[in-house]
Structures are given as C-alpha cells and as structure tokens.
T-cell receptor
C-alpha cells in the first residue's frame, strides 16, 4: 500500500463546475501538505500548501487538511478549461524538503 | 530564461547502454533533486544534493549515480539500462531549510523522457 493514495481519475467536469480532489495518507509524521499542478509534458508546479490541519484559500482554490482522518482536499471553483491538468498531492515532514507524492488525478474541464 | 533546465528532453536507447541526463538551475538555490515518474504518474524522489553533498538517497539501484559538480548542476548517470528504467526523470531545485514549503518551494524542470528498448 502506498503512503499517499489518490484516485487517478480522469475527472471530467463542465466549465464553471466545482472540482473536488482528495488524497489519503498513512504517515502521521506528515506536517506539510501541498498540491501541485502538472500540465501534459511539463514539470509539476506548486499550487498551494498548508501546514497541519485547517483550510487555506487562494483565489478559486481552497485546500483543506484533516489530520485526524489523514485526509486532504483541494477544491477548484468556477473551473476553466485551462484547469485541465493532472493534480498531485504531496506531503512532507517537519523539514519540508523530502516530498512524498500521490499518483495524481487527471482533471478535464470541458467548455 | 528557463529556471530549471534538463537535457536531453527525450532519450531513446537500447538495454545495456549507459546514459547521462544533465540538469542546471539558475535560481541560486542550494539544493537539487532527482525524481522518477513512472507510467502511472507516481513521482518518487531518488536523490537530493545540498551544496554538492548527498543528503537524500532513496532505495535506488546503484546503477544510478548522481553527480553534483557545483550547486547549480546535478547530473544523473545510469549504467546498464534496463527496460524498467523507462520513465520520465525530473530535476528540481529549492533552497534548503526548515519551515516547510514556504521556505523551500521546489521548482521542477520539464522532464527527460527515457525509453529503453
């Protein structure tokens, strides 16, 4: 069993819908939780990060962490075709340098 | 001006060959990484160097040997290539330090697609 589990999708939604993504994990030492976006044939780029439990909002993106359930989520409001990409969750311990990634969820936003 | 650049972008080679992938960053970071992304999109760290010193060395066959000639460069040499080495290899860089991703965001290159035939 992987340390971080993520549904591979694809998740297909119409433009303007809310995209809901999530990951579960098993290592209770994880303290930093990140979401990366990866376009086809590109490297991942950091979207958001959260420390410990709680919510964080940045524009159309909201990240949630529930450490008691070992569950993290990313919501994308008013989704656009340009949001079509693979979204990878990642986690790390206190130092924050060694990242453990989920397998990514492919998202397709249809116009 | 690309922040983290890898060469080559594509590499097709025969089993048993030896090949190298090069990575350079112009962000002034002191830490560089190699990741492997398999066909199922799992991205797994292989190595990390901080100021030319190896600090992360995951369970990777010793056919893989990283080399960091200076802080801005991290190369990956692979001996005796096997079919299972086919993957996309990503280089990344960050600034080392405690405090999580706020202080050490990792910037990724575009990847090197390795196909072993």
């Amino acid at each position: 069993q992987k340390e971080v589990e993520q549904d591979p999708g694809p998740l297909s939604v119409p433009e303007g819908a809310i995209v809901s993504l999530n990951c579960t994990y098993s290592n209770s030492a994880f303290q930093y939780f990140m979401w990366y976006r990866q376009y086809s044939r590109k490297g991942p780029e950091l979207l958001m990060y959260t420390y410990s439990s709680g919510n964080k909002e940045d524009g159309r993106f909201t990240a949630q962490v529930d450490k008691s359930s070992k569950y993290i989520s990313l919501f994308i409001r008013d989704s656009q075709p340009s949001d079509s990409a693979t979204y990878l969750c990642a986690m790390s311990g206190a130092a924050g340098n060694k990242l453990t990634f989920g397998g990514g969820t492919r998202v397709l936003v249809k116009p | 001006d690309t922040a983290v650049s890898q060469t080559p972008k594509y590499l097709v080679t025969q089993m048993g060959n030896d090949k190298s992938i090069k990575c350079e960053q112009n962000l002034g970071h002191d830490t560089m990484y190699w990741y492997k992304q398999d066909s199922k999109k799992f991205l797994k760290i292989m190595f990390s160097y901080n100021n030319k010193e190896l600090i992360i060395n995951e369970t990777v066959p010793n056919r893989f040997s990283p080399k960091s000639p200076d802080k801005a460069h991290l190369n990956l040499h692979i001996n005796s290539l096997e079919l299972g080495d086919s993957a996309v290899y990503f280089c990344a860089s960050s600034q080392w330090g405690a405090g999580g991703p706020a202080k050490n965001i990792q910037y990724f290159g575009a990847g090197t697609r390795l196909s072993v035939l």
